[in-house]
Every structure is written in structure tokens, then in C-alpha cells.
């Protein structure tokens, strides 16, 4: 994808203006991934059960793609 500027494994930690958000489908039981938008249109993505471990960093462009993917089914397994 062009613009892919992944920081892989930064510390979720050490964005401080991040503004976590999970997805109001997420399990009850914690088992869900957070988003947060960052200055410099990018966006964080982190595990919600390790809010302080590391955190994935894509530009706002990369996001838009995979979001859309998402919701066209591309990455559904088989038998879903």
C-alpha cells in the first residue's frame, strides 16, 4: 500500500493525545483491538486487554483501505 508508515510495536504508553476507542461490537469479554487518531493523520491500533503494551501506527490513507476491505468481507475465513 503506498504511504504505509507502520511503527511497529511503539509503547500504546507513549502516545499520551491518543484518544483510544473500541468498537461498540467488541466482546464483553475484552477480546477486541482499540483505535485511536494521532496528529499527522495517522491512526494507532493497540490490544484493549494491554493498554500499555505496544501499538501499531498506519497513516489515515492506509487505515481508509483496510476499514473498507473490512467491510466488504475480504478478510472473512471460510464459513463465515
Same mark, same amino acid.
Given at each position: 500500500m503506498a504511504g504505509t508508515t507502520a511503527h511497529n510495536g511503539v509503547s !500504546?504508553?507513549?502516545l =499520551?493525545? !491518543?484518544a483510544w476507542r473500541k468498537s461498540r461490537r467488541s466482546g464483553a =469479554?475484552?477480546?477486541c483491538v482499540e483505535l485511536a487518531p494521532l496528529p499527522g493523520e495517522e491512526f494507532a491500533v493497540r490490544n484493549s486487554r494491554d493498554p500499555h503494551g505496544p501499538a501499531l501506527v498506519y497513516a489515515a490513507v492506509d487505515m481508509s483501505g483496510f476499514l473498507a476491505r473490512v467491510k466488504k468481507g475480504e478478510f472473512r475465513g471460510a464459513g463465515h
Open positions: !500504546a504508553h507513549s =499520551i493525545a !491518543a =469479554i475484552g477480546n
